[in-house]
């Protein structure tokens, strides 16, 4: 099957030898071409040039871009989107001036997401899961990471991970999935931390791990949750069955998390909405990418990741939805494109990089997403016309995606 894209007016994010990420100044540069063409053959970006050198050859179909602009999809790594129901009522209850802190101690929050996945059948989960991909599709992403946490006990830790695991089977979209047993203190272990994190260690991850259910680990590491010696106690057991970690880290108090993420090689380190100069040192120098989530800090009225003073300090820098029904009920990246250039000074190519390139990396999916290159998956997004890709993040709230092909397929 041979899809042929013709008078694209940019080609956004072309890249002959991409690099796996791009940290510092380099995301400044956000290469286009100009008046283009694109070759899709079957699930694959085959070819693309200018269109004074126009492709000939046989094709299937042709679509004709003019006046618009072809991107790679967003790659969004990180998610919980498998989850039960809402929590719109917190949603109500925060606007009467309840913290988020306030509902999680009261046995609301993540437990209240618990309580209600417990009591969702896996087939019933699947069909709410399946609602919102399809929405994220059409908005434009075409990779996700999608964790588990809304369990906290085995079976329903593995529910999660199930479903996620069908929806990488039915859909198109690469899915990666990550174990998050230690999201929260399950009600029955309260008081009784280390129970739980021994469930975690000797009964959940072997399962998951034997399963095949996960490609990564994480630990919501923050005060009341997860301490820096329960992270390290989790991550050192996962690193027995090659889990990887991408962990929570500094989204209301930074405890030190970010160091140990580094220590135990992390791929990602993800909120850092409350960052120290330590924090930044000890990401110098290492592959953890640090990833910030502003659709987050948006809904709580909570300070945005200083993605500006990260990138000024020569680290790289991702952008995820970090779709959640407690604080982020969005998987729209174009959204978080947005966010990130209005609230934390971003300009739109190094919001753009984050989104694409480098949220590809804090999957382990840089060699085959996020960069219009030869040979990389035919994830794309053909926007409406719009005079310029700065349009986009600029005219937040608008939506500009006209059509978008995801592994060699139009939705
Ligand atoms: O990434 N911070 C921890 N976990 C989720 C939200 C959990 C919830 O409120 O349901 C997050 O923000
Ligand atoms: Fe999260």
Redesign the pocket.
Do not use: A, K, T, V
């Given at each position: 099957m041979k899809i042929l894209l013709v008078n694209i007016d940019q080609l956004l994010q072309v890249r002959e030898k991409p690099p796996s990420k791009l940290k510092g100044s380099e995301m400044k540069e956000l290469p286009t071409l100009s008046n283009a063409w694109l070759l899709v053959e079957d699930d694959r970006i085959a070819h693309f040039g200018a269109m004074d050198t126009p492709f000939e050859g046989a094709v299937d179909s042709t679509i004709d871009c003019t006046g618009r602009l072809v991107l790679p999809s967003w790659c969004d790594s990180?998610t919980?989107l498998v989850f039960a129901g809402n929590?719109e009522q917190e949603f109500v209850d925060r606007i009467n001036g309840m913290t988020?802190q306030e509902i999680a101690a009261r046995g609301g929050?993540?437990l209240n997401?618990a309580n209600k996945l417990q009591n969702t059948s896996e087939d019933e989960l699947f069909l709410q899961a399946v609602i919102r991909l399809r929405e994220v599709m059409l908005s434009g992403t075409g990779a996700i990471e999608i964790k588990s946490?809304?369990g906290l006990t085995t079976e329903a830790e593995l529910k999660m991970l199930r479903v996620a695991k069908r929806l990488a089977k039915e859909f198109p979209i690469e899915i990666k999935t990550t174990f998050l047993g230690a999201?929260a203190v399950p009600q029955e272990f309260k008081g009784n931390k280390d129970a739980y994190i021994e469930l975690i260690c000797k009964e959940m991850l072997p399962k998951v791990a034997s399963e095949k259910l996960a490609d990564y680990v994480d630990v919501?590491c923050?005060e009341g949750y997860f301490s820096v010696a329960d992270t390290e106690k989790i991550l050192s057991e996962a690193k027995k069955y090659n889990l990887i970690p991408k962990i929570?880290v500094n989204?209301f108090n930074a405890i030190g998390g970010v160091a140990t993420g580094v220590k135990y090689e992390a791929l990602s380190v993800?909120?850092l909405e409350v960052l120290s100069d330590e924090d930044i040192k000890a990401l110098q120098g290492s592959d953890t990418m640090p990833v910030a989530?502003p659709a987050?800090s948006y809904f709580l009225s909570i300070p945005y990741t200083p993605g500006r003073a990260i990138i000024d300090a020569g680290l790289p820098l991702a952008l995820a939805t970090?779709f959640?029904?407690?604080?982020?009920p969005t998987g729209n990246m174009n959204f978080v494109v947005s966010a990130a250039c209005i609230k934390m000074r971003l300009t739109p190519e190094e919001a753009i990089n984050a989104a694409t390139l480098n949220g590809a990396y804090a999957m382990g999916l840089s060699d085959s997403h996020g960069s219009i290159t030869r040979g990389k998956k035919a994830n794309l997004i053909i926007t409406s016309p719009v005079p310029s890709y700065g349009f986009l993040p600029y005219s937040f709230g608008s939506n500009h995606i006209e059509t978008v092909i995801c592994n060699g397929k139009i939705l």
């Open positions: 990180h919980h929590r988020y929050g993540i997401s946490g809304y999201h919501f923050e929570h989204q993800d909120h989530l987050c970090d959640n029904p407690g604080s982020s």
